[in-house]
């Protein structure tokens, strides 16, 4: 029975990421607050915040500090645009402290609302970048198979999953996909972790050389695999990667829009993968999600061809109205500096130590074929045989089942086809992940 929020919900909301077909009969879970990690639903029933949202309220719900820096700065200055020629002190002041702490050398940053638009951005900058170098036909930009960078019409080109492209008529052109370092599922039978990264490197090199290095202009990747199932890549993969694209001139853009902001244990995912990007994304816990900004971290090279652009053509044309909204660029600031006052990201690299132990304790459930992670995100993924890896017949929705049982025991996670994830707010206690997985066990216990 629906309650009358719900009702009123299924006849009038679009939602994202939904079957609609199976929601029209279920209807919503309605949320009406949240403190610390847990959200209450309108009952007053309280779930722990097992995936933070959706990979973002990285300090938690009700957080004191972040809506007291909101209501100053709305109060002050609720809006003023960076466009043509005007400026305001919270979009300086946390451009600055991107470039202080950025994991590479950055020159300038460009501010936006989303992941979404953030990688969208990316490929704007590249494709502009390349015309205004004067090398035109290098434009192709290599994603992998599994990624998930957004839904906006190029960042969803460069997602490699199926749902993000069917009928939606996507990838558009010059977006190439190339294999996902998922050493579970992908490697071949006695393949070592080692000999997966080399295979999958020579696979990018061939990709390359078959397209045509002048005309292949940068790849993209998540450190760690977010929305694709939480896959951790071999350890020598993107050194390996890596070295394949300082070949042939091809840019390394690291989506940071999960990993950034302490979720490995360190402060960006690209450090604790051994990733030297050029250019980077970053969004959700840039402000805890308590506001929805996102930013593009660009590299020297490419402001000094936007600029030499913008010296022969006028206006560079891309902006958005919010860029830089001066709310939610406060609101960044503080949590960037409630990160550094309170050590979040030493705090989650201690935390991840518990964490990752009764995650990966997982394994040898009767139900788990791979219990994978790192800092404080993981996942289970479910099979009917651990043996041979076979997974359940999909209209089995196996894994739907196991987090709407994690839902009765009062714990939110989400799960990726048959994988359930985890991704915890940062603060979150030793004491409350044993909590956690006390709920989740008893969820994938009653799993069948
Ligand atoms: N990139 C990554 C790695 C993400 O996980 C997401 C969202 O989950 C995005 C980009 C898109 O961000 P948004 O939903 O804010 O547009």
């Not at 061939?206 to 790849?219: K, N, Q, Y």
């Not at 694709?228 to 091809?250: H, N, S």
């Not at 001066?326 to 201690?350: C, F, M, Q, S």
């Not at 739907?400 to 707010?425: F, M, Q, Y």
Request: hydrophobic share 45%; glycine share 8%.
């Amino acid at each position: 029975m629906l309650s009358n929020l719900a009702v009123r919900d299924v006849e009038t909301l679009v939602h994202p990421y939904t079957n609609l077909a199976t929601f029209r009969e279920q209807g919503p879970l309605v949320i009406e607050r949240g403190e610390g990690i847990y959200v209450y639903d309108t009952a007053g029933k309280p779930y722990i915040e097992g995936l933070a949202g959706l990979w973002c309220t990285s300090l938690g719900f009700a957080n004191a500090e972040l809506v007291e820096a909101a209501r100053e700065q709305m109060a002050k200055l609720p809006f003023s645009q960076i466009f043509a020629g005007r400026s305001h002190d919270p979009a300086i002041a946390l451009g600055e402290k991107l470039k202080e702490i950025a994991p590479a050398a950055i020159s300038k940053v460009f501010f936006c609302s989303s992941g979404s638009e953030a990688n969208d951005t990316q490929v704007k900058l590249v494709w502009y970048m390349n015309n205004a170098l004067g090398r035109p036909a290098k434009k192709k930009i290599i994603s992998r198979i599994k990624a998930y960078h957004g839904v906006t019409i190029a960042s969803a080109s460069l997602t490699g999953l199926t749902a993000n492209h069917a009928d939606f008529d996507l990838p558009i052109a010059n977006i190439l996909h190339t294999a996902c370092p998922h050493h579970y599922r992908f490697a071949e039978a006695g393949e070592s972790e080692e000999a997966f990264a080399t295979r999958l490197a020579a696979e990018l090199e061939e990709m390359i050389l078959r397209e045509g290095p002048e005309t292949v202009a940068a790849f993209i990747a998540e450190p760690v695999m977010g929305a694709g199932g939480v896959i951790v890549p071999p350890r020598t993969y993107f050194p390996k990667i890596q070295a394949v694209l300082e070949r042939y001139d091809v840019m390394m853009i690291a989506d940071e829009v999960i990993c950034g902001f302490g979720r490995l244990g360190t402060l960006f995912g690209s450090t604790a993968l051994d990733i030297r990007p050029d250019s980077i994304s970053v969004a959700k816990a840039l402000s805890s999600a308590y506001l929805p900004i996102g930013a593009v971290m660009i590299p020297e090279r490419m402001y000094q061809a936007m600029l030499d652009e913008s010296r022969k053509i006028g206006t560079f044309g891309h902006g958005y109205t919010y860029s830089g909204h001066p709310v939610a660029a406060a609101v960044a600031l503080k949590t960037l500096e409630i990160y550094e006052r309170d050590d979040i990201v030493g705090h989650a690299a201690r935390v991840a130590v518990p964490f990752q132990r009764r995650l990966k304790a997982l394994a040898e459930h009767p139900l788990i074929g791979e219990a994978r992670g790192m800092g404080l995100v993981g996942a289970l993924e479910i099979v009917a045989d651990k043996a041979s890896k076979a997974p359940y017949p999909t209209a089995k929705g196996v894994g739907a089942r196991c987090t709407a049982l994690a839902l009765e025991e009062g714990l939110i996670v989400r799960n990726l086809g048959d994988s359930v994830a985890l991704c915890p707010p940062l603060i979150i206690t030793e004491a409350q992940v044993d909590d956690m997985f006390d709920r989740l066990t008893r969820a994938l216990d009653g799993t069948r």
